[in-house]
């Protein structure tokens, strides 16, 4: 079956509605999707029929959506719907495709200098912004917490950006607002009280108003200075990215019209939680024509997000901008839920006053069962009632041992509640009765024991760099890590001879004593010999407070994780995968803080997690445990987009939901900011969350809650439940949990848990990281080289240091980058001078001056002025002006999705040569530039990047030019100081060689081919897995023939 019969199969399964949305594929469509009725199928066909019906391309169609999570599962339907064109398909998040537009543009956005701001650097600028009010400043405090608005402040910010409000249009409202209070219903006694009559102001409610909206007002007026702030500090948030965009496209119109030339097609996802900046991104991108080619999707009564900056608004603002021309389709068969899902669902959502139907003539939204396979059934939801929350858990847990016991795959149940708490304690109780689970939370890395361990560590060698020997009561605590493996008694009896020589001529620090204790000779062959854990202890420890003032802090870190048997001990854990997750996220962090701030020192780092503790500033990481063919734990927000046969609704207390206090966030807003009938209420919305984890259930749905709390406290149910209640009639059951059952899980919680299944585990994971991998040529010489090193460095990305070679190179790379890209933007087409070439590598240098000691960072840039100054002399002449520079490049080739960045493409007439710039020995590289031949039947890695990028590009967009070589462009000249560009050129058995090779990896990855590794004895990673006998995380090795 080709890709057009799979298509028009897919197409055929489409309903009347589902096809005009697909069908209309000129001009600006509307469809509002109810939950389960195949919003992503009509995404993925309304591309498959804008590729086979017209003559675009899928580069020219954009689509955009919400999460990262978003992106994956629309390209996975989209593959099943146009096969291998479906990553060519541009499909991004917001901040990703903006992202990407700066990268095309640095020359227009002139951001290089900047940095993302961390959560500390922006609480140290608010403090700033603070300390710079005023003595009659509103937010001005004095008697009690001076930052009290900090995080008032951030929020406020952080929303300005994301709907692009400027301080004149708060206060335009503001002021508009506060003109219309006296004539408010809510500021006028509406009976006669006391000394009040009917009619008159009730003047406290007015100032304590007014007040409000001048503490706003002030705030807001506050914004640019915070601005100006982070601007003196080179750094900007997530948010600045889609406004600096927004405002080239607004300044530039010849950036605007590139991109708008570009899609032809615009596609959002999830446009009821879009904000106003990324609102404002689609418009602009759309205006270019009279009836854009634009089709957004949404429904008003699953928007959640909304304390995300997004608002129902824009289906409105839609809907009265293209009302003319718009093509506007209501989906509302269901093809998930039976009819009482669905019912109990609409009684409940019916209650939210802020819907699209009260707002647009004529929109039914009501959802009929449409899946003839279970819209007979009658199943309707049940109420069950435990005692206490405890005993709730339990019931589920036997309920989903039942139904696993009736052969019911794990994947089909839901567990669904508000608050990821709940789940953590649920997650227990199946952890006891070995039932399968996946959940998905955020993890505060700092909170974690083994990052503490490492910060500790971290902590210890700064203050015995500092001060030698003042670390003694941190060292006792380090010597009890798990890597050392040193017996605690062993560790006493020196803490013991410490102190029993503290006050004697024999006084003795504990680093002295464990030095001297390691390297004592034995004084008769009865004196036990030392152990050699501890001997090894004292040796790493002193060796890394030498490295302290020696190397740079990524180093210093990366070494640490290695001598200190850090990595090993992950290796061998049976939490190797999370463990690996957790230090490769501490090391980013680390490399982000010393590229922030170049000149940090240990200490200083050791100061920042310090102050990240006491302001509360987490490290997120999300964690997975499982698959998603467990039974699923999930919070009502990560619900969403999910389905289940089987559905427990839990924790549904009055408290967890509409009565959960919850503190004050930011400054209230005047209902004139939004219409009057966006500005919602906290209680639709939590009423919107529960509709939407109500209608995840597409055959069984019980809902439960507790009448007492765990300490014996009354509970009322949710007022959400009564609500449905008052019109449905649900069968209620009061569950009593016998004390016998309530022991056997107490006894379980005391007993050894069974050994993890270390090997599905892993499995579960690899795929996970499988679903978004594409093929590049590092990943594939990398594989070819050893499956090993694959595993290690492109699967578990084992942490890895900026080295001074790498970022010479970088700094080298970026220099050339921009010496033709200032050619290409000067009107003469002139190359700039020497003095501005060498001035580029000079500023990355500085810029990236962390990855360098002193030393390695002077002799570098030393180096640089020596090569790079003969390099430009000799070819400024020569250049080819006719390139196309830095181009990221994807495609797909045998199915295979393949990327690429190409430093360079030169063009003469319709050939192509692609240059890729090398730093290093150029005659070393040699070897690397051969085909396959006997000796090296596989070929050089040089050689198959050639050819790699020849495949590449051989289907890349509309071109009529053809790649007939590659040439690798030495900076570094050779021993006779000659300047080496060696150049491969491309014959079709290659293409088929390389092709084999991309085809044949492709299939051994996604089958976890890369356990066993090439076996040669000067191979890193395969020496790696031998030294440290990890045979619990991989096969052993094949013996070498």
Known sequence: MNQREKFELEYRKLNSQQKLAVDTIDGPVMVIAGPGTGKTQILSARIGKILLETDTRPENILCLTYTDAGVVAMRKRLVEFIGPDAYKVNIYTFHAFCNDIIQENLSLFEKNQMDPVSELERIRYLRELIDSFPKNHPLKRYRSDAYFEIKNLRS??????????????????????????????????????????????????????????????????????????????NRYDFDDMINWVIQSFEKDENLLRKYQEKYLYTLVDEYQDTSGTQNRLV????????????????????????????????????????????????????YRSTQPVLDISKTLINRNTERLIYRMDGLDKDLIAANSSINHLDHWPKIRISETPRQEMIDITTKV??????????????????????????????????IPYYSKRSINILEIPIAKKIILLLDYLATEHEISYSGDEMLFEILHFDWFHIPAIEIAQLSIEVANRQFSEKKVSFRRLLYEKSNEPARDLFTPAVNPNLKKASAIIEALIAEVPNTTLQLLMESMIRKAGILNFVMESPEKLWLLQVLGALFDYVQEETHRNPSMTLADLVKVFDMMEDEEIPLPLTQVNGSADAVNLLTAHGAKGLEFKHVFFAGCNSHIWEKKRVPPNGYKFPDTIFPASSNQSSEEELRRLFYVALTRAQLHLTISYSRFGNDGKDLEPSMFIAEIEDVHTLEKETVSI??????????????TEQAPEIERKEEEFINRLLESFEMNVTALNNYLRCPLEFYFKNLL????????????GSAVHFALENLFRQMQNDNRQQFPSLESFIGQFEWYMKRHRESFTKDQFDRRMEYGHIILTPYYEKYIPTWNKIVAIERNVRNVYNGIPLKGKLDKMEFDGKKVNVVDYKTGD??????????????????????????????????????????????FDFIEPDKRKIYRKPKVNILPEHISAVGDQITDTWEKIHQHDFYTGCGKKECHWCNFVKTNNMAIALHELEDEA
């Open 738 to 751: 016998s004390e016998d059952l309530q022991a056997e899980f107490q006894v379980l919680q005391w007993e």
């Open 283 to 334: 418009q602009l991108l759309i205006n270019y024509w009279e009836r854009p080619n634009v089709f957004v999707v949404g429904d008003d009564d699953q928007s959640i997000f909304r304390f995300q900056g997004a608002s129902v608004v824009n289906m409105q603002s839609f809907d009265d901008t293209y009302s003319e021309d718009l093509m506007k389709v209501v989906l509302t068969n269901n």
């Open 797 to 808: 990305r084992i942490p890895s240091p900026k080295n001074e070679a790498t970022e010479f």
């Open 156 to 233: 406020l910010f952080s929303n300005m950006k994301r709907e692009g409000w400027t301080p004149a249009f708060i206060n335009e409202k503001i002021d508009n607002y506060l003109a219309s209070l006296d004539t408010r219903d809510k500021f006028i006694y509406q009976v006669s009280r006391g000394n009040n009559k009917k009619g008159d102001p009730k003047v406290n409610d007015l100032n304590a108003e007014r007040e409000r909206m001048e503490k706003l007002r002030a705030a807001a007026n506050e914004f640019d200075h915070f601005q100006l702030i982070m601007r003196k500090h």
């Open 922 to 967: 150029p005659e070393k590289a040699l070897g690397k530039l051969a085909p396959p031949s006997e000796k090296d039947p596989k070929g050089g890695d040089y050689w198959r990047q050639a050819v790699f990028y020849k495949i590449l590009l051989d289907n890349y967009g509309h071109r009529s030019w053809i790649v007939e070589s590659t040439e």
């Open 401 to 434: 041992l039942s139904l696993l016991e009736q052969n019911i795959p794990p994947g089909e149940i839901g567990i669904i509640y508000k608050e990821n708490k709940y789940g953590q304690e649920l997650m227990q109780y199946f952890k006891l009765k070995n």
